[in-house]
Nanobody
């Protein structure tokens, strides 16, 4: 497992942007695929985006496609989620998660999780 810490959440108006970061420590992070998930009050945790260990492939939920971009940072131990054109329905606690090698859009497929960061979009 790796240890993950999210940052960058906050309050923004609809149409605005937030940039989330996931910093990792522990095992060789470059061999891990990373996913971003979110959980709104009273709802299940849902998949948002994922990136392969190499950074060569990305995958997005339909609800964020074209608005969010996932990328691996230059420091190699970070993964970022750029969120543009935000909507009130994007309000949630955002979590990053990691698993060896291949990515997945299933919550149960990941064994390392961060503590989450709150993103709130006002209308």
């Amino acid at each position: 497992q790796v240890q993950l810490v999210e940052s960058g959440g906050g309050l923004v108006q609809a149409g605005g942007s937030l940039r989330l970061s996931c910093a990792a420590s522990g095992r060789t992070f470059s061999r891990y695929a990373v996913g971003w998930f979110r959980q709104a009050p009273g709802k299940d945790r849902e998949f948002v985006a994922a990136i392969t260990w190499s950074g060569s492939s990305t995958y997005y939920a339909d609800s964020v496609k074209g608005r969010f971009t996932i990328s691996r940072g230059d420091a190699k131990n970070t993964v970022n989620l750029q969120m543009n054109s935000l909507k009130p329905e994007d309000t949630a606690v955002y979590y990053c998660a990691a698993r060896p090698w291949s990515f997945s859009d299933y919550v149960a497929a990941y064994d390392s999780w961060g503590q989450g960061t709150q993103g709130t979009v006002s209308s």
